[in-house]
């Protein structure tokens, strides 16, 4: 399963790698938006979960991944111009639906709140607005290990929080790949963890509340950072919002077994696709709130 490869100018501003996996069979396009130090691989499982149900798109932000040697990385992105990026390659590709991992949330639901017309469907997996205990701790560890540019320590940090649960080849492919991100990027993860942790969160709160579209907010029962009793909250002034937690799992849930990957999997597809029988049958390792 090869994706369609192109590089798109988005107004001049910035040029974005994207991939396109064509379903000869799929009738909807999905979008799929990274988590904070992220890339297209990070979705691996993702795509092979959605494939070929969906036409599905996968990006890298302009200061990553294969996007990185197309610009020039004179400015910080704020999650208003991850969103302007987003709404650009919706409108590209046409989407109709929008899955967010992580962090990608912000962009995502800062998207969502200026209506895109084209999106009739979202997703927004292991992600909370609200900064609990064990959030604001790992973000201000986080914060010094990128202002010192700590290579060992940015990637045990994110192994030993956020990834706790997953597998143990996993871990060592995630601390390669975070201990070895260039300084803009490190500068790029210090700048957004300042906006969150400075940010007025109930602005933001505010704004999400004009969202009317369906929107599924999944979260893992195990995990702490995104927790889901935080996630019920706020997602419950979102008129059609749905949540789901899946139990046995953490933070990056279809990454961290073949289980999860599954019931991952059948949510996803109940939500997105609720006629297609072959996903409809309920499973116990899922709670349903809202």
């Known amino acids: 399963m090869k994706p369609e490869i192109a590089v798109l100018d988005i107004q001049g501003q910035y040029r974005i790698h994207t991939e396109f996996y064509r379903s000869d069979t799929a009738d909807n396009t999905i979008i799929l938006v990274n988590g904070s130090m992220a890339t297209t691989a ?3 499982q993702t795509v092979k979960n959605l494939h070929p149900y969906l036409n599905v798109v996968l990006y890298d932000q302009p200061y990553a991944g294969k996007s990185k040697p197309h610009n020039r990385h004179q400015e910080m992105l704020t999650k208003e111009l991850e969103a302007h990026v987003l709404l650009e390659l919706i409108e590209h590709f046409d989407a109709q639906y929008l899955l967010s991992f992580s962090w990608g949330g912000t962009a995502a639901l ?3 709140a200026s209506a895109p017309r084209r999106i ?9 607005p609200l900064i609990n205990a064990p959030m604001r701790n790992y973000l201000e560890r986080g914060r010094n290990c990128l202002a010192d540019c700590n290579r060992t320590q940015v990637g045990n940090l994110v192994n030993d929080t956020l990834g706790k649960h997953l597998p143990s080849l996993f871990k060592r492919f995630n601390f390669r790949h ?3 991100l260039a300084e803009h990027e490190y500068a790029q993860m210090h700048f957004h963890i300042d906006q969150v942790l400075t940010g007025d969160q109930q602005c933001y709160l505010n704004a999400t509340k004009s969202i009317e579209i369906p929107v599924l907010f ?4 195990w995990d702490e950072y995104t927790a889901a009793s935080d996630v019920v909250q706020f997602a419950r002034p979102i008129r059609n919002s749905q949540f789901i937690c899946l139990e046995n799992t953490g933070h ?3 990454m961290e077994h073949k289980q999860a990957s599954h ?3 059948i949510a996803l597809l ?4 609720p006629h297609a029988s072959l996903f409809s049958r309920p499973t116990q390792h899922m709670s349903l709130a809202l």
């Open 263 to 265: 019931i991952s999997k």
């Open 110 to 112: 800062t998207a969502l």
């Open 218 to 221: 999944i979260n893992g029962a």
């Open 42 to 44: 990070s979705f691996a």
């Open 120 to 128: 009739k469907k979202a997703v927004i997996s292991s992600f909370s």
């Open 178 to 180: 975070v201990s070895t």
């Open 270 to 273: 109940n939500f997105l696709k």
């Open 252 to 254: 990056f849930l279809d």
